[in-house]
T-cell receptor, first 113, second 115 residues
Framework: TQLLEQSPQFLSIQEGENLTVYCNSSSVFSSLQWYRQEPGEGPVLLVT?????EVKKLKRLTFQFGDARKDSSLHITAAQPGDTGLYLCAGAGSGGSNYKLTFGKGTLLTVNP | DAGVIQSPRHEVTEMGQEVTLRCKPI?????LFWYRQTMMRGLELLIY????????DSGMPEDRFSAKMPNASFSTLKIQPSEPRDSAVYFCASSLAVLGRNEQFFGPGTRLTVL
């Protein structure tokens, strides 16, 4: 069974601060996705990383996929209240199981004005 | 474009009653997923359809749960009889599985409460 551990589980910071959240596993994934979920809504895809060592930037968000494709991080620069939400990472299986996403339990981020 | 549509958004029912959740995937998507989200277990895949055919139902908890996809634009998840431990948010997601990519688009979810 593939498991994804996300840390920290909860994070409360002030507007303007930087933060990093982590997604770790002992399993190798063919790709890894990050989603943000707001209360009462479904998760929304932010990014997909595929290649080990890959770094993708989305405005103030920087996503990195570990070299061994087992872990990932999300760094937010100068956080804003609009960044508040549950951040979920999800790893995809390989080959015929690539449809199957294993989700972590998420990091609940609160950015206070 | 309309995203994934789910109904109802909220459902409150009593133990033993039948519950039917509905989903309309994004037009043109060939894969559909049903998930359940709880605080304790996070997001769990219940069943996966590809081209309207159930491919993986290993996540369906027990025989009380069933899912159908009669055509490319509609799917249902049924719980009969419902139990309090089924209380959760149920999400439907769809994707276009092309060249190994699996980027899923989620609906707003149905919050189910079984009393």
């Amino acid at each position: 069974t593939q498991l994804l551990e996300q840390s920290p589980q909860f994070l409360s910071i002030q507007e303007g601060e930087n933060l990093t959240v982590y997604c770790n596993s002992s399993s190798v994934f063919s790709s890894l996705q990050w989603y943000r979920q707001e209360p009462g809504e479904g998760p929304v895809l932010l990014v997909t990383v595929v290649t080990g060592g890959e770094v993708k930037k989305l405005k103030r968000l920087t996503f990195q996929f570990g070299d061994a494709r087992k872990d990932s991080s999300l760094h937010i620069t100068a956080a804003q209240p609009g960044d508040t939400g549950l951040y979920l990472c999800a790893g995809a299986g390989s080959g015929g199981s690539n449809y199957k996403l294993t989700f972590g339990k998420g990091t609940l981020l609160t950015v206070n004005p | 474009d309309a995203g994934v549509i789910q109904s109802p958004r909220h459902e409150v029912t009593e133990m033993g009653q039948e519950v039917t959740l509905r989903c309309k995937p994004i037009s043109g998507h060939n894969s559909l997923f049903w998930y359940r989200q709880t605080m304790m277990r996070g997001l769990e895949l219940l069943i996966y359809f590809n081209n309207n055919v159930p491919i993986d139902d290993s996540g369906m908890p027990e025989d009380r749960f069933s899912a159908k996809m009669p055509n490319a634009s509609f799917s249902t998840l049924k719980i009969q009889p419902s139990e309090p431990r089924d209380s959760a948010v149920y999400f439907c997601a769809s994707s276009l599985a092309v060249l190994g990519r699996n980027e899923q688009f989620f609906g707003p979810g149905t919050r189910l409460t079984v009393l």
